[in-house]
């Protein structure tokens, strides 16, 4: 089992980043898949989901209306699309899948996003 996060990089505010997270050994569609941050010196934050079975979504309100996740289950992956990027957005960003009612818990290893002039 394992993800794997890409697309993080310098990108200077007001930017765009499209982040994306590939799933193996399991199935991306019957899980609840979330993108979390963690800037320097905070705790990790739940940035937004996914619900498996569906498409429904949720966001951070620090995110809400800039980023949008969606899930290709032809490639297995999800991702993350953020516009209007804002230097407070600078963080590793990690994916994590969660199986419902379950102890399946996997996390990627995170992919550096800063943003900055």
């Known amino acids: 089992v394992q993800l794997v996060e890409s697309g993080g990089g310098l990108v200077q505010p007001g930017g765009s980043l499209r982040l994306s997270c590939t799933a193996s050994?399991?199935?991306?569609?019957?899980?609840?898949m979330s993108w979390y941050r963690q800037a320097p010196g905070k705790e990790r934050e739940l940035v937004a989901s996914?619900?498996?079975?569906?498409?429904?979504?949720g966001y951070a309100d620090s995110v809400k209306g800039r980023f949008a996740m969606s899930r290709d289950n032809a490639q297995n992956t999800v991702s993350l699309q953020m516009n209007s990027l804002k230097p407070e957005d600078t963080a590793v960003y990690y994916c994590?899948?969660?199986?419902?009612?379950?102890?399946?818990?996997?996390w990627g290893q995170g992919t550096q996003v800063t943003v900055s002039s």
């Open positions: 994590r899948a969660y199986y419902p009612l379950s102890t399946n818990v996997y």
């Open positions: 996914i619900a498996g079975g569906n498409d429904n979504t």
């Open positions: 050994g399991f199935t991306v569609s019957l899980y609840f």
